[in-house]
Every structure is written in C-alpha cells, then in structure tokens.
C-alpha cells in the first residue's frame, strides 16, 4: 500500500494528506451483503469515532453491487441502518461530511429533546462520531459561542453557506470527551463521590467506569470517586444500582438524587 505524504520540513514530520482505495475484489456477494448489514449492530453497542468511516465503508461496498442489487441494497441500507439504526437521513449525513470535509460553514434546524426547534443555528462542523448507540456531530455553534454537541437524528435541516471556516486551534476532540463519563463532554469538571456496599462492590471496582476513577475501600464497601464534565450522568448511572448506591457529593447531586427517589418512591404508591 503506497500513501499519499506530504513532508513538513519546519516541523520535522510527514503528514497523511490523502487516503488511497484498496480494490476489494475477491469479496462474494453475500460477503458483501453481511459486511453492509452488520454495519446495524453498531447501534447497539460501542463507543467508536471509526463507525463514521464503517458506515462509508459498507455503502461503497453497496455501491459496487452488480445492477438492480445495487440499488435494492443501498435503499436497504439507508432505511435498515441509517434510519431505523441511528435514526439519521441519509441526505442530512452527507451534507454533515461534505461541510466538515470542506470546512464549510452550515445553518442547521435543531429538535431538542423537549421537542423546541432551534431554527437557523449557525454552526461550524468539525467531527461526526458514534457513542451511546447514537451518531453525534460536534462543532462551534457561532448563535451559542461555544462548542456544542447534536444529535445527528434531531438535526431536521441543513443549509450549505458560502462561507469556509478554520477549526478553533484550541479544541481538541479526545481531550474534551476523556471528561464525560457517558455522553456530554466539556472541558470544565465536578468532583462525585458515590458509596456501594458490599453487595455490588466486586462489579464496581473488576471494571473501569471512567479514566479519573479512584476506589476506596471501606468497612461496608467502598466509596468510588471520579472527575467528570457532567455529574448527572454518574447520578442516572448510580441509580441503576439501586438500594446498594448512595451518592456523596456534591451536595447538589445528593440532594437531586433525594428528591429523585422521593419521586420515585410516589409513582409506587397504591
């Protein structure tokens, strides 16, 4: 395999300024097909900035079908996996690349999960990846002043512009989610601490829940501290273990998962 470098003498390295194609040509048919339709199952499972390329990948692999296959297939693939999958238009995933591809300013229709639509957002795009079981893009939202997060499935319209932008030199994608202990990021973060008990101590500490996380070992458990962008998330998660989880600080935290409980605790009610 020959790659297309480019030498940057001043700062002494080689730069990758052009992906070269591989011919795949021993490939059946129904390897084809089962390579395209697996790309469905990253939906379900795992946390890959790859699964952008995944997904290109397998719709060339459509694309080079033989005849009325290939059309059949494509159509397959947009609707099974694009759609149903991560609930994304196929026409709103390519205007997302070709502007990030292009630095190409967009203006963008938004659903928020309580169902407003944020109208004409001014964006500039930078990466699309894959977390949670959902497509995200991230980018410089010009109408917020900040780097922002969307889900690509909530994005309802995309209006290409004339403009070209340059990435704000200070971001950088890996540094900002190393924060987020499931989905949201940020560059600011929140010391939680959370209690288990015995009972479910063994599942806590035999896995790495976040890169931050600390674990100390107690009397009756241990207590499992972490720093993250978004404490809430530690919260849902916490939840999820019930009786045999208690959260510690902050004290906001604390006192939102008390009156989550309480909530809670009245839906049970007879």
């Known amino acids: 395999m020959v790659l297309i470098l480019y030498t940057i003498a001043k700062l002494n390295r080689f730069e990758i300024i052009c992906d070269t194609y591989i011919p795949v ?10 390579l395209i339709f697996s790309m469905r199952q990253l939906s379900a499972s795992g946390d890959y900035l790859l699964t952008v390329d995944a997904l290109n990948a397998a719709r060339k692999l459509a694309a080079d079908l033989p ?23 196929h026409n709103i995933m390519e205007r997302l690349q070709q502007a990030i591809m292009e630095k190409r300013r ?68 890996t540094k900002r989610h190393q924060n987020a202990f499931s989905v949201f990021a940020g560059n600011q973060t929140e010391k939680v601490t959370v209690r288990f008990n015995r009972n479910v101590q063994n599942y806590i500490t035999e896995s790495l829940w976040h890169s931050s996380q600390k674990i100390t070992h107690t009397r009756n458990g241990i207590l499992f501290t972490v720093h993250v962008a978004e404490p809430k998330e530690v919260l849902w998660w916490a939840l999820g273990w019930g009786a045999n989880a208690e959260i510690i600080e902050p004290k906001w935290l604390r006192q939102l998962a008390k009156e989550e409980i309480e909530t809670m605790n009245e839906h049970y009610q007879d």
């Not at 040509?25 to 089962?34: G, K, V």
């Not at 005849?67 to 238009?89: Q, S, Y």
């Not at 928020?112 to 939202?141: C, H, T, W």
């Open 25 to 34: 040509n021993d490939l059946s048919i129904s390897e084809r097909l089962s």
């Open 106 to 173: 967009i203006h963008m229709d938004y659903q928020r999960p309580d169902n407003q639509l944020l109208k004409n957002q001014i964006i500039d795009p930078y990466v699309i990846f894959f977390k949670r079981r959902a497509l995200y893009m991230e980018g410089l939202s010009l109408s917020e002043k900040n780097i922002r997060m969307y889900r690509i499935n909530r994005i309802m319209n995309i209006r290409m512009t004339g403009e070209l932008f340059s990435r704000d030199s200070g971001y950088q994608f």
């Open 67 to 89: 005849g009325p296959l290939r059309e059949n297939t494509i159509m397959l693939f947009d609707e099974l996996v694009l759609k149903e999958g991560f609930g994304c238009k």
